[in-house]
């Protein structure tokens, strides 16, 4: 079924010094500053008795779940709200079973996942390899999806921006940060079109009137190229390749072909594809400040941030040889810029929470 391309390569996994499950607190930090939005919306949005058939269980997605523990946090809360609604109308003893997905690239980590599901769940568990672009469930079989910290990865590459011949070459540079226009362009078209593909295979999956909770890392609508934000790190990253490069340590060649697959959209062009599409209607949208108050403890806790969200990507291009070194370099780097420690700093990236409804299937 599935027919997207899939994105390159999974966060670290495992539950070492590198992985993501033990470097994503920040990414948590946001999905708990969230709650609040979700429990206000199912207190309008979702009401026990037009639930069609209580024998049936409810199914949620959560989409890009990652390895946890992140993934738990944000199911537990949909669970609750739901719980909660019945409770609060009298209906404790009719509240369904639930099932969860939990969906990833292939080659995630669910082993891990699995492994670390919270023992005392009080639902029922599969999981759904496959690209989120394409369709991984079947028509009309899921009321509530959830995806966080998952829109702002590309499907692939724009193919101009590796092209020697292209004008949209993205040499010297392994993000989008400070990038000519073209190459800014090259990602925002691959973006509109990853979003697409993927509001399209959720219409199809949702029931009429199920709910998408979708947590969006993006950029403010304007950015100067002196802001602070959370390309800034990747451009210290970039940089530390090239010195590597300019050292022999690596090949410059492949320093200029390698582009990490992340973009983070202005908040208006977010807007406009989803108030294009046909199928949801927005139910609530809003900016999210949750991780202000999110700081970093130290300068180790941002690099490895990095380190497991960028690894897998990295050893692809270089090979593994390279990676000990390129760290210790980058840490030094973040020592002189430690502005980039602190999130309250980074006033241009923002979070934009959204709540989509499935209109009613025609
Ligand atoms: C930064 S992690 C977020 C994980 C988790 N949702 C959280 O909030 O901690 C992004 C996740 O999205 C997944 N992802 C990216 N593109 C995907 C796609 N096309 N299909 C499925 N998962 C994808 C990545 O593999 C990764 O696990």
């Known amino acids: 079924m599935e027919n997207a391309s899939i994105p390159q390569s999974p966060m670290n996994g495992g539950e070492g010094p590198y992985s993501y499950a033990k470097n994503s607190s920040f990414h948590r930090a946001v999905i708990e500053g969230n709650k609040e939005l979700i429990q206000k919306v199912m207190a309008n949005e979702f009401d026990p008795k037009t639930y069609d058939d209580p024998k ?42 639930f099932q969860i997905f939990f969906n990833d690239i292939v080659s995630n980590d669910f082993n891990t996942l699995f492994q ?24 009309e079989s899921l009321h509530f999806i959830n995806s966080s910290s998952t829109l702002n990865w590309l499907s692939k590459v724009p193919t101009e921006i590796t092209d020697r011949t292209s004008s949209s070459w ?76 300019k050292e022999g340590l ?21 807007m406009a594809i989803l108030e294009r599409n046909e199928c949801f209607s927005i139910e609530q949208v809003r900016t999210m400040n949750g991780f202000e108050a999110f700081t970093y403890p130290n300068v180790h806790a941002v690099v490895s941030m990095v380190r497991a969200i960028s690894e897998g990507f990295l050893e692809r291009q270089f090979g593994g040889g390279i990676i000990d070194e390129l760290f210790l370099r980058f840490t030094k780097k973040v020592v002189e810029y430690p502005a980039n420690l602190f999130l309250q700093n980074m006033k241009v990236q923002v979070y934009r929470s959204v709540l989509l409804k499935r209109k009613t299937h025609s």
Not at 66 to 78: E, L, R
Not at 79 to 93: D, R
């Open 56 to 97: 049936k269980p409810i199914c949620i997605a959560d989409l890009g779940c990652s390895t946890g523990p992140n993934t738990f946090v944000a199911v537990q809360c949909i669970i609750e709200t739901i719980e909660h609604q019945y409770k609060s109308q009298g209906l404790a003893a009719k509240i369904p079973e």
């Open 116 to 139: 670390t599901l919270p023992p005392n769940r009080n639902y029922f568990v599969a999981g759904v390899p496959g690209s989120f672009r394409g369709r991984i469930f079947p028509r």
């Open 170 to 245: 993205n040499k010297g540079r392994i993000h989008v940060k400070n990038a000519p226009k073209e190459v800014i362009d090259a990602y925002a078209t691959q973006y509109k079109m990853d979003f697409e593909d993927f509001l399209h295979a959720r219409a199809e999956e949702l029931v009429s009137g199920g709910l998408m909770a979708l947590l969006i890392p993006a950029a403010a609508d304007l950015v100067l190229d002196s802001d602070i934000d959370a390309d800034k790190i990747f451009e210290l990253l970039g940089s530390c390749l090239l010195d590597m490069a």
């Open 250 to 270: 690596v090949s410059e060649e492949k320093v200029d072909s390698f582009n990490l697959p992340i973009y983070h959209s202005p908040v208006k062009h977010i």
